[in-house]
């Protein structure tokens, strides 16, 4: 059958079996803007979104009774299964002493010694959100370099920071395509190339401008890229040749392990951010920075009643519920065996897609990076972000998103990936396999 005409099918089973979804989908209309509480919701493949009705560990069930495996896990924000007891627990004690007090708590001691002995940075902040830690990360990079630029990777995501929502255009930089409101014409705060391209990254620090490199260690948000052989050395190199700082966005390869992908092959950043998962879906995040870095940092930032309140920060930052939420979930959920048993289940998912692949001779591919798993419609590997997104086919995306959703599977928006949590498991991969299987046997 052709794409389209299943694609139609599929949108009628759909919505032949979530009535209660479609009614409150209509009924959202008078509150909500656009009827969604936050505008990605409205790119869900249906013609409305489910309704979630009620989520635990790696399944959820909506509002008109079906169960899904979840292998979304709300965009890697819980990719520690939904609700894990230990988190939950930690919330609920918290919670009856306390929530957000703007004064320290011992909590946050712990967290940031176990992120130093993760991810090897020496001194750590908290924010609450991946995008907040990027934001602030970018600040302090300018304040110390004094310079006013930034450079990130073509099709990079690092959350919603109006300098990193730029893209390369017949080589010029320009907002992404149907950038909301972006603030300042993008070229004037951001510099853009290729990933895994040496030479244009040593070009472009060569300006002299940039005050920082942000990039995450592999492209997630367009598939995944995986690094070249040499380019994070290459990277490292440029940047401590021009006097740049490098953070490292671990927001979505904590995948790649208890330390992310730095600890996973070595790297060694200047600053290093993460949020979403770390505290088991309560917003939180942090943004650490070398030891380097952190004592010119102290050095040049006032710690008097000088001290910014304006550029970074927050008033519920470093709250103390999510440093309760992030101490039990490092120490008991996103553990060191956890992230055995979710690689080894991604490793296993990886091999069932790729099976179905080549048995229905479909030419399109999957990567991995530990516990996160993606594939593309084309048969080629991309080196960098534009040949990923020029792989994109938003008619076969929707289509196997709508395939799975009916079959009780959910896969992350806008990209086709598949992360495991502590609470997946084998049965839930295989189930996932046999569904892409005759998705694949449909469409070949
Ligand atoms: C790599 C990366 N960094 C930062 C963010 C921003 O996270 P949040 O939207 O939770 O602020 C995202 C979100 O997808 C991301 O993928």
């Given at each position: 059958m052709s794409a389209e005409a299943l694609l139609e099918r599929e949108l009628e089973h759909f919505e032949r079996e979530h009535p209660r979804s479609r009614e409150l989908a209509e009924e959202a209309k008078g509150p909500l803007l656009s009827g969604v509480p936050m505008p990605w919701m409205i790119r869900w493949p249906g013609r409305f979104p489910v309704f979630a009705a009620e989520a635990q560990g790696a399944r959820f069930t909506d509002v008109d009774g079906h169960e899904y495996v979840d292998f979304c896990l709300g965009d890697t924000a819980a990719m520690t299964g939904h609700s894990p007891a230990p988190t939950v627990r930690a919330l609920r004690e918290q919670s009856a002493k306390g929530?957000?007090?703007m004064l320290p708590s011992e909590d946050a001691l712990w967290v940031g010694r176990e992120l130093t002995r993760r991810f090897g940075l020496a001194r750590w902040q908290f924010a609450l959100t991946a995008t907040d830690a990027n934001r602030f990360a970018i600040r302090l990079a300018r304040e110390l370099t004094g310079r006013p630029k930034i450079l990130v990777f073509n099709w990079c995501y690092h959350g919603s920071v109006d300098e990193t929502v730029a893209t390369l255009r017949d080589g010029a930089v320009v907002a992404?395509?149907?950038?909301?409101?972006?603030?300042?014409?993008l070229d004037e705060t951001t510099r853009v190339v290729e990933w895994n391209d040496p030479a244009a990254l040593e070009r472009e620090l060569?300006?002299?401008?940039?005050?920082c490199v942000l990039a995450?260690?592999?492209?997630?948000?367009?598939g995944i890229v995986l690094a070249e052989p040499g380019f994070h050395d290459a990277l490292r190199a440029a940047t401590r040749d021009t006097g740049t700082l490098l953070i490292i966005d671990e927001t979505h390869t904590i995948c790649a392990g208890p330390g992310g992908y730095t600890a996973a092959y070595g790297l060694e950043p200047d600053l290093l951010t993460i949020g979403k998962p770390i505290a088991g879906g309560i917003p939180a995040a942090a943004y650490g920075f070398s030891a380097e870095v952190a004592e010119r940092l102290e050095a040049l930032l006032p710690a008097d009643e000088r001290a910014d309140v304006g550029g970074i920060g927050g008033t519920v930052a470093a709250n103390v519920l999510s440093l309760a939420a992030t101490r039990a979930t490092l120490s008991e959920v996103l553990t060191d065996e956890a992230f055995e048993r979710m690689i080894a289940l991604g490793e296993r998912f990886e091999r069932g897609v790729a099976e179905a692949i080549e048995r229905h001779g479909l030419p399109w591919h999957v990567t991995r990076l530990g516990c996160r798993v993606e594939y593309l419609f084309r048969a080629e590997r991309p080196h960098t972000g534009s040949e990923a997104a020029a792989g994109g086919n938003a008619l076969l995306d929707r289509l196997i998103h709508l395939y799975a959703l009916n079959r009780g599977i959910l896969l992350t928006p806008f990209h086709n990936m598949a992360l495991m949590s502590p609470a997946t498991t084998e049965e839930d991969v295989d189930r996932h396999t046999a569904v892409f299987g005759e998705a694949a046997r449909e469409l070949a």
């Open positions: 929530i957000t007090l992404r395509d149907g950038n909301v409101g972006p603030p300042v014409p060569a300006h002299g401008d940039v005050a995450e260690p592999a492209l997630t948000n367009i």
